[in-house]
Nanobody
Framework: QVQLVESGGGLVQAGDSLRLSCVAS????????MAWFRQAPGKGREFVGSISWNGGSTAYADSVKGRFTISRDNFKSTVYLQMNSLKPEDTAVYYC?????????????????WGQGTQVTVSS
């Protein structure tokens, strides 16, 4: 079992940066691929990016590629989402997710463990 707690959300202006954190608890966290998803009002939850268990491999949605960066510090049991050049369309609740196994995917159903989410609001 893995428990995930996100933090770092807030209200920012377009063009600003924000860093989200996801702290994990559980024995096997350091071996789990992790991901960030987001859900805007009235929309489904969508993939933002993912990172392999050792941080050696990352993947991003086209909408955030070049602006967002995922990293992890397994000693601190934390995964980060650095968000730069934020746009109003990035406004959403951001969730981190985890899965045991070799690698994660881009679908919500690929991840059994989820945090409670943190709100990010970008004003124009």
């Amino acid at each position: 079992q893995v428990q995930l707690v996100e933090s770092g959300g807030g209200l920012v202006q377009a063009g600003d940066s924000l860093r989200l954190s996801c702290v994990a608890s559980g024995r096997a966290y350091s071996t789990y691929p992790m991901a960030w998803f987001r859900q805007a009002p009235g929309k489904g939850r969508e993939f933002v990016g993912s990172i392999s268990w050792n941080g050696g491999s990352t993947a991003y949605a086209d909408s955030v590629k070049g602006r967002f960066t995922i990293s992890r510090d397994n000693f601190k049991s934390t995964v980060y989402l650095q968000m730069n050049s934020l746009k109003p369309e990035d406004t959403a609740v951001y969730y981190c997710a985890a899965v045991s196994g070799v690698s994660g995917g881009r679908r919500v159903g690929d991840y059994p463990y989820w945090g409670q989410g943190t709100q990010v609001t970008v004003s124009s």
